[in-house]
């Protein structure tokens, strides 16, 4: 059966619902043979002294002794009346038995006297001729014919009807309440089958379906408690939807992408190899080296956009503590050959200490560096190209602004997107993935990428936000090679020249060998 199954939820109902009810199903049999065995006592009891009764009224003085006259005819009547062996004995006022079975156990001491009867009467249980007896002692004044004291008097009963009544009352109240637990439990595994009958059919819905299916599910669940399931399901399905959706356009963008260069490429192996002239080879391998290294360029960007797409931003991400200004620092640095090979003038502006902030120390350098490589792309020899780092209250802005022909506000949102040139990219190479990487990474980093017109140098101005992290002594400390780097950088002047930069050498080796023994001084005081 596969309630059975270790696994089904019915069994884990029955089990874990079935074993308490059976333990106090167990506790309210065994009280209510306890109870029962005190009713049937009570009400045995209450014969043992009408017997006791019957033979004090019995009781006469003759000839100057107390005698006690039993006719053996009424205890034999009580006796089949009660299924049990009956005993007794009596005493006079001195203790001498004069009637009865002279060896039946007296009271021992510490019995209390009962208050349920008005008498003077006791009882407790002896063990005589090897069985276990109900034994009431009654005391009965005397005064008669010069006889003065109490005369005792002992019934004794077997315990045979009294566990007799004890059991029909126990099997009464347990087979009464063994028929609720099975009652319960029959009828809390038809109501989990009722509840699970439409689970069962959303299950058969979904082995139908074909792989490829992404329509939301239908409301089989009448439930309240299982109907957020459907709505979970049909939120998940949406979002694998619009991310599937995505990741075809991707790929039909990115195979369209890389199917141009190697085109190109083929076609200028062909033009090489049609030809017998050297100064033509060399030419057509100019030219597929070109290609191949945009190629190259375009796989990397590719690549990178892909990991960002997969990784969808989470609120509950948590970021390392970046210095945002030796991140711009390090990009114009690793940028500046390019910037002199236009030429094109690279400068850093803004905050001149650590500004840190909450980001991927490696996507934020590749934040960086597209802004930049973007920038000097567009911008015409001679132009100018800034970085700027800046904070306000709680926000640090990291910008880049360059004098080329900027970017119209109608087509903004469109370089934000991925395999989108505009009109004014003319000649230069590319994909149009610049800017959607540099947005995909801010977006990553819950922030966005602004674009608009700069009004320093009039071409495009790029600006992503991220929120300014707290920093501690300790962390200056532990990131001392970054500071030698900014050090650099500020030694470094405005306009990039050769002798500037002979110049300047000087004087940083002299700033990083003193920086570098305070950050040593205070790693170890900390």
């Not at 203790?95 to 021992?108: K, N, T």
């Not at 009958?197 to 439930?223: A, C, H, N, Q």
């Not at 998940?236 to 141009?260: G, M, V």
């Not at 934040?367 to 001679?382: H, I, V």
Request: charge should be positive; charged fraction near 20%; proline fraction near 5%.
């Amino acid at each position: 059966m596969n309630w059975l199954r270790p696994e089904s939820l019915l069994g884990k109902l029955l089990l874990f619902l079935g074993l308490p009810l059976l333990l106090l199903w167990a506790f309210s049999a065994l009280n209510s043979y306890v109870s029962a065995l005190n009713a049937a006592t009570q009400a045995y009891d209450r014969t043992l002294l009408a017997s006791a009764r019957i033979i004090a009224e019995r009781l006469n003085v003759q000839h100057g002794e107390l005698q006690a006259d039993v006719p053996w005819v009424v205890l034999d009547s009580v006796e089949r009346n009660m299924n049990d062996r009956l005993y007794y004995k009596v005493q006079d006022t001195h203790g001498r038995v004069i009637s009865g079975y002279d060896d039946l156990p007296v009271m021992p001491r510490g019995v209390a006297r009962t208050d349920l009867y008005p008498a003077l009467a006791w009882f407790y249980h002896a063990t005589y001729q090897s069985q276990r007896l109900r034994v009431a002692r009654l005391l009965q004044p005397v005064n008669e014919d010069g006889i003065n004291g109490m005369a005792e008097i002992y019934v004794a009963e077997t315990l045979q009807s009294r566990h007799l009544l004890a059991r029909q009352l126990l099997l009464s109240s347990a087979l009464t309440q063994g028929g609720l637990v099975l009652l319960t439990l029959v009828l809390a595994g038809f109501l989990l089958r009722r509840v699970l009958k439409p689970m069962r059919k959303l299950s058969r819905l979904m082995v139908r379906r074909s792989p490829g299916e992404l329509t939301p599910l239908p409301d089989l669940l009448p439930w309240s408690e299982t109907r957020l399931l459907i709505i979970a399901f049909n939120r998940y399905i949406s979002r694998l939807r619009a991310l599937i959706a995505r990741q075809e356009r991707f790929s039909a963008d990115a195979s369209h992408q890389l199917k141009t260069p190697l085109t190109v490429l083929k076609t200028q192996a062909a033009v090489a190899l049609a030809s017998d002239d050297p100064a033509q080879w060399r030419e057509s391998l100019l030219a597929m080296s070109a290609t191949l290294d945009n190629t190259i360029d375009l796989t990397e960007r590719l690549l990178q956009l892909a990991s960002l797409r997969r990784a969808e931003p989470s609120e509950a991400r948590a970021f390392d503590v970046v210095d945002l200004v030796a991140a711009a620092r390090e990009s114009c640095f690793s940028r500046l050959p390019q910037a002199r090979s236009k030429p094109v003038d690279l400068g850093y502006e803004g905050e001149e200490g650590p500004v840190w902030v909450s980001a991927e120390p490696l996507l934020l350098a590749e934040l960086c560096a597209n802004l930049l490589d973007n920038a000097l792309k567009y911008t015409p020899a001679g132009g100018v190209v800034t970085v700027r780092v800046c904070v306000e209250k709680n926000e640090a802005r990291l910008e880049v602004e360059d004098s080329g022909p900027g970017i119209e506000a109608a087509q903004r949102d469109q370089a934000l997107t991925p395999f989108r040139r505009l009109d004014n990219a003319g000649m230069h190479p590319g994909a149009g993935l610049g800017l959607a990487l540099v947005n995909d990474i801010a977006r990553w980093h819950r922030t966005r990428a602004e674009l608009r017109k700069g009004e320093q140098l009039g071409g495009l101005l790029v600006r992503v936000r991220l929120p300014v992290h707290l920093s501690m002594p300790g962390a200056v400390a532990f990131n001392a090679l970054r500071h030698r780097c900014f050090l650099f950088f500020r030694a470094l002047p405005r306009r990039t020249d050769g002798p500037a930069l002979i110049a300047c050498g000087i004087r940083v080796q002299c700033r990083v060998a003193f920086t570098g023994s305070f950050f040593f001084f205070l790693r170890h005081m900390e």
